[in-house]
């Protein structure tokens, strides 16, 4: 009996030093993960300039799925989150009306990362590429959302309604 006493105050100690910190940074974590990010509310003009690209879009080819959004959003996150991490961007390998909404939207995300102007439109706010790649996150999730309540084109009807 004195040897299993031993033995489970041995076992004991061995899990305590195994969730024991070893490093600061396992302590606290210095630099928000873009996943913690939620950009709904503090970014809500975000949001709305790149759902009224895709509105804007859709109105002019109404055969275009959810699925073209989430191609366009995913290049753009990939572009963006390169831009981030300071790397040169891949180029996207996107055709048809695919390449004409990701064009769109980076049209928009230069122009609220304070990179171009447009014409008659008053020169926004820089917003930080992490918060952007942030607010591209939360359309494709949207899309998912959407697509899978609504069907082939939920996420497009759904974001109309909102948008004159």
Not at 133 to 152: A, I
Request: proline content about 7%.
């Amino acid at each position: 009996m004195r040897q299993r006493a031993a033995l489970s105050k041995k076992s004991v100690v061995r899990l305590d030093r195994a969730f024991e910190p070893r490093l600061p940074c396992d302590l606290v974590r210095t630099r928000p993960s873009w996943s913690d990010m939620d950009p709904t509310e503090e970014h809500l003009d975000v949001l709305q300039n790149l759902e009224a690209i895709v509105v804007t879009v859709w109105r002019e080819n109404r055969a275009m799925a959810d699925y073209t959004a989430m191609r366009a959003y995913d290049a753009a996150i990939a572009h963006y989150v390169a831009v981030a991490r300071q790397q040169p961007p891949k180029a996207a390998n996107l055709t048809g009306l695919d390449a004409t909404l990701y064009d769109a939207i980076t049209s928009c995300c230069e122009w609220r990362l304070g990179k171009t102007t447009q014409p008659g439109q008053p020169a926004p706010t820089a917003t930080p590429v992490e918060e952007l790649v942030g607010c591209l996150k939360k359309l494709r999730k949207s899309v998912d959302r959407w697509n899978r309540t609504g069907g082939r084109q939920g996420y497009l009807q759904f974001i109309e309604k909102f948008l004159p």
